[in-house]
């Protein structure tokens, strides 16, 4: 492959209904594949864009290279894109291909994460992180990567004050800084728990405000059974849907450090999620009001739950 691009172009699997599995399996393409076209004397990676929608946003992320490997720059193409340059190099093998990049990594700046609380009325010592992430990806403005996530971690205390509830064990809401590249805050916010020798009885991530369905838990299989048996009560408003899967990458950390109970992913309809994921569409008209609530409530009561019975 001396002096050629290596072009990924394996779609989404449409038939997963989950796209967060679709998202998962094609993912090795942008993941590792600047190592391997590096390995093959490549001067180049071209990798179909993560997603199911047909557009001409090149959708982004995470790719990674190898020390031992000769570093070849790697470029998302938008779907359309990579559609276009599929038929071209069919109609001509001995297509020319250019590519021109302007991308550069800027120097850290100083930043924080973002922590407001409630104290228990009964067990403050005990303590149940909310969260979602203050930063975007670099294309993206974040709407939903993570701005809904930030907005309903506050809404969820608002709205126990507002419903005049006095939560049993401290509530905190954390926007969480650098969830996109490195996860600083998330490892910070453990770091400090730990340090303090606080006491964490559970931690929620929201990342994407979509319509509630439910949750996912990282958990015991006995606790796990513990919050199926509130399903039930989040079953009125279609967010019953539990699930034992990924908590989320703020509160990942918290696992190691102070090893909560549970660690809890918000769970919104993620059909739509891959559209805007990681682009330049991630934006503000993209956030529906009505679902953004909905999801703030589902986890208000969650917290409720949580505050009141333990786990
Ligand atoms: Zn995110």
Same mark, same amino acid.
């Given at each position: ?7 990924y ?13 679709? %998202? ?7 993941r590792?594949g600047?190592i391997?076209?590096?390995?093959r ?9 993560l997603?199911? *929608?047909?557009?001409?946003y090149? @959708?982004t ?17 938008s779907?359309?894109a990579?559609?276009k ?9 001995d297509l020319?291909?250019?590519l021109?990049?302007?991308c ?7 930043s %924080?994460n ?7 009325s009964?067990f ?6 909310v969260g979602?992430h203050l930063?975007?990806w ?17 809404e969820a205390?608002?709205?126990?004050r *507002?419903?005049?509830?006095k939560p049993?064990?401290?509530v905190?809401a954390?926007l ?5 590249n490195?996860?600083r805050g998330?490892?910070?916010? *453990? ?5 303090n020798?606080?006491k @964490?009885l ?5 990342d994407g405000g979509?319509?509630?369905r ?9 606790i796990?059974?513990?919050l199926a ?7 009125p %408003?279609?967010a ?12 990942g950390p ?7 109970k549970?660690?809890?992913g ?6 739509r %999620?891959?559209?805007i @994921?990681?682009?330049?569409?991630d934006?503000?008209d993209?956030?529906n009001?009505?679902e953004?609530?909905?999801g703030?409530?589902s986890?208000?009561?969650?917290i409720y ?7």
């Amino acid at each position: 492959m001396k002096g050629k691009f290596v072009f990924y172009n394996r779609p989404f699997d449409d038939a997963l209904i989950e796209p967060g599995m679709a %998202y998962g399996r094609a993912g090795d393409q942008r993941r590792i594949g600047a190592i391997e076209a590096g390995k093959r004397g490549a001067v180049g990676a071209l990798v179909r864009s993560l997603t199911s *929608a047909h557009d001409d946003y090149p @959708h982004t992320g995470t790719m990674n290279y190898d020390p031992a490997v000769p570093k070849v720059p790697g470029a998302a193409l938008s779907t359309l894109a990579a559609d276009k340059l599929s038929l071209l190099l069919k109609a001509n093998k001995d297509l020319e291909f250019e590519l021109q990049m302007e991308c550069v990594t800027l120097p850290d700046e100083k930043s %924080y994460n973002v922590v407001g609380e409630i104290k228990g009325s009964k067990f403050p010592d005990e303590i149940i992180t909310v969260g979602g992430h203050l930063d975007s990806w670099d294309l993206a403005e974040g709407a939903h990567d993570d701005g809904t996530g930030v907005v309903q971690s506050m809404e969820a205390l608002r709205l126990l004050r *507002a419903a005049g509830l006095k939560p049993e064990r401290t509530v905190r809401a954390v926007l969480f800084m650098n969830e996109e590249n490195g996860n600083r805050g998330g490892t910070e916010y *453990a770091r400090l728990a730990a340090q303090n020798k606080e006491k @964490h009885l559970a931690a929620i991530e929201s990342d994407g405000g979509f319509t509630p369905r439910g949750f996912s838990a990282e958990a015991e299989p006995a606790i796990v059974a513990k919050l199926a048996k509130w399903g039930p009560l989040l079953k009125p %408003y279609h967010a019953s849907d539990l699930t034992v899967g990924h908590g989320g990458t703020d509160i990942g950390p918290l696992k190691t450090a102070v090893q909560p109970k549970a660690l809890i992913g918000y769970d919104g309809d993620s059909q739509r %999620y891959f559209d805007i @994921h990681h682009t330049a569409a991630d934006t503000f008209d993209k956030v529906n009001r009505r679902e953004l609530e909905l999801g703030g409530a589902s986890m208000a009561s969650l917290i409720y739950l949580l505050s009141k019975y333990g786990l």
